[in-house]
């Protein structure tokens, strides 16, 4: 049976995407980020296909990295949030996880837990993002009192995180990356920076360790440029079927509140996808799809279990045909700008009613 909605994940294509990632670093170990499971891809399948890969993982929770290591996985595993229980302490040394540092909250948990092992702290700066980090001013007395800690490996590794490094022309990053290197002055340890973004747009913070996320699914980290043009290759394709196609007349509305008036005796076809499935409600009228590797534009609402195309100008469609949403040929930028949203958004807003499968 043909699924109503589906999704294809390329391993060829995340793979590449790994090597690319170490082609415009190839002096820093490789963090793959595969945190909101993996962006929509599925962690722990990202995870095998990439552990011989890539130099360690990143998540945000803890209950992701425990999960991973209950399913075999032996990499390095970072903990983005870190902590906020003495349990969840115990549980990061029982399984060998390493934890991001952010507050003196943090600190205080690691000096009176009374275990003793060697849980890798990343002690992370605030260089300017105003999220998790600790201000530089708190740096050396923190720095001071994790290094007492019984609980703390001996090689503390420091981390930051860039704002606005999407943006090749916003200084922000050179003044957060100035901060970050300020502060941590002539320590000794290991350090991170580089997003997806910085990776490919600022080799100054290629440092010890990079952070690969979206560019590792192929889609652009950068405003206003193309995977491609970066050398990236999408792994979630999104497909539909056409399940009925209509004639409707000039003067007719189609779909919900009449949003969209035919100019013109038209012929519509209904593609079994809708926001139940993770595409965009709010998408632009016209926004294409692909059919038989022809553009159709996007009329009417979405909704949840459907949207409706303008075939007018080619009638060789047939029921049942294969309809790419975004993917191969059809960009995912393309849609998520034109439903006034990012990327990150439309690859973890896959339901779970959508049929995955894995090629290569």
């Not at 994790?146 to 999407?166: G, N, P």
Request: proline share 2%.
């Amino acid at each position: 049976m043909l699924a109503a909605a589906s999704v294809e994940l390329n391993a060829t294509a995340l793979l590449h995407n790994a090597k690319k990632a170490r082609e415009y670093a190839p002096n820093s170990k490789l963090i793959a980020v595969i945190k909101a499971n993996a962006y929509g891809h599925g962690a722990l399948k990202v995870a095998q296909i990439l552990e011989s890969e890539v130099d360690a993982f990143a998540v945000a929770r803890l209950a992701e990295g425990l999960a991973l290591r209950e399913a075999g996985i032996k990499a390095k595993i970072l903990i983005l949030q870190g902590f906020t229980q003495a349990d969840e302490l115990v549980l990061l040394q029982q399984h060998g996880l390493d934890a991001v540092v952010h507050s003196a909250y943090q600190v205080e948990l690691l000096e009176n837990i009374g275990l003793t092992g060697a849980i890798t702290a990343w002690l992370k700066i605030d260089s300017g993002m105003n999220r998790l980090g600790i201000h530089p001013a708190e740096f050396e007395d923190l720095l001071a009192s994790l290094r007492k800690c019984s609980l703390v490996a001996d090689e503390i590794k420091f981390i930051t995180h860039f704002a606005s490094a999407d943006d090749r022309l916003d200084n922000k990053t050179k003044q957060q990356e100035a901060c970050f290197l300020a502060t941590i002055s002539a320590e000794v340890g290991e350090k991170s920076a580089a997003n997806s973004a910085a990776i490919v747009a600022f080799p100054t913070t290629h440092y010890d360790w990079n952070r690969a996320g979206l560019m590792l699914y192929g889609a652009s980290p950068i405003l206003n440029e193309s995977a491609d043009s970066l050398g990236l290759s999408p792994v979630m394709s999104f497909y539909a079927r056409v399940i009925a196609i209509k004639p409707v007349k000039k003067g007719e509305s189609v779909g919900y509140g009449g949003s969209w008036i035919a100019a013109r005796d038209s012929l519509i076809g209904v593609v079994s996808a809708g926001y139940g499935d993770g595409y965009p409600r709010n998408v632009e009228m016209n926004t294409p799809v692909l059919i038989n590797k022809q553009r159709f534009p996007l009329v009417g609402r979405v909704s949840m279990d459907a949207l409706t195309v303008d075939l007018t100008d080619c009638q060789t469609v047939n029921i049942g045909d294969k309809v790419t949403l975004w993917g191969e040929d059809l960009a995912i930028e393309e849609i998520a700008e034109k439903a006034n949203t990012i990327s990150y958004t439309l690859l973890c807003g896959i339901t779970s009613r959508v049929q995955l499968s894995w090629c290569y």
